[in-house]
């Protein structure tokens, strides 16, 4: 009887032991398919930097081409814009000492006025409200006011 259950236990549990083995096969099968994660990360981080670099040397191309276009000797220089409405824009620029007064509207510029004299003084660099409100507003103090109970 002894001899029977021992032969009855190992017999249970050979087709378990040759299972074990065949999953062990397969988990080794697997991780020999299985792509290398430290080459993969590797591999996609290189590839990143090389884009990176030539969206910068782009970038620099680009910038070193439009100084190739010829000397600006700025000829051409904005002196005032409004916002007259959400698109719509008047600007007041200067060329050979004429200002020019146009009219900017999503569909085209028109030219409004011809200024044979300047109306403003482009060489006046403090000029403006903006720089004087900002120039008394530093002057002040920056606490808030103090509170009486």
Known sequence: MGRSLVAAVVTGMLPLSLAAQETAQQARET???????????????????????????????????????????????????????????????????????LGITPSGIRTLQVFETPVVDTNDAGGGDFARKLQAMIGKSWSAPERKD
């Not at 970038?59 to 081409?65: C, D, G, H, N, V």
């Open 31 to 101: 991780a020999a398919r299985a792509p290398d994660t430290l080459g993969t990360l590797l591999s996609l981080g290189v590839g990143l930097l090389a884009v990176v670099a030539i969206i910068y040397g782009c970038a620099w191309l680009i910038r070193r081409m439009n100084g190739m276009t010829g000397i600006n000797n700025h000829a051409i220089r904005v002196v005032s814009v409004l916002a007259i409405g959400a698109r719509e824009r008047i600007a007041l620029i200067e060329v050979g000492g004429q200002q020019i007064l």
